[in-house]
């Protein structure tokens, strides 16, 4: 598992419950958990990044089932 910070992007490649992370294999299936309200969203690697600080970059589909967009960055816990 991972903590640490996740902000949502909207140029994600593909559509639907998709993330960018630095190092996870393509195609990894990643429970996000955002820490401050327990709720989860699974999603799939599909991209690379985030660089400088975050550690996965959902889909704003997928940031959207855990935090309102509008938040901007929440604090999660990511299970493979």
């Known amino acids: ?35 401050e309200n327990g709720k989860t969203v699974q999603v799939v690697i599909n991209d690379r990044g985030p660089f400088g600080g975050r550690i996965i970059d959902p889909s704003n589909e997928a940031f959207a089932r855990i935090a309102p967009l509008s938040q901007g960055v929440a604090q999660v816990r990511l299970s493979w």
Do not use: K
């Open 1 to 35: 598992s991972q903590v640490g910070e996740a902000s949502w992007y909207s140029f994600a490649p593909g559509s639907g419950l998709t993330a960018a992370h630095p190092w996870l294999p393509f195609g990894t299936v990643v429970t996000v958990t955002n820490l």
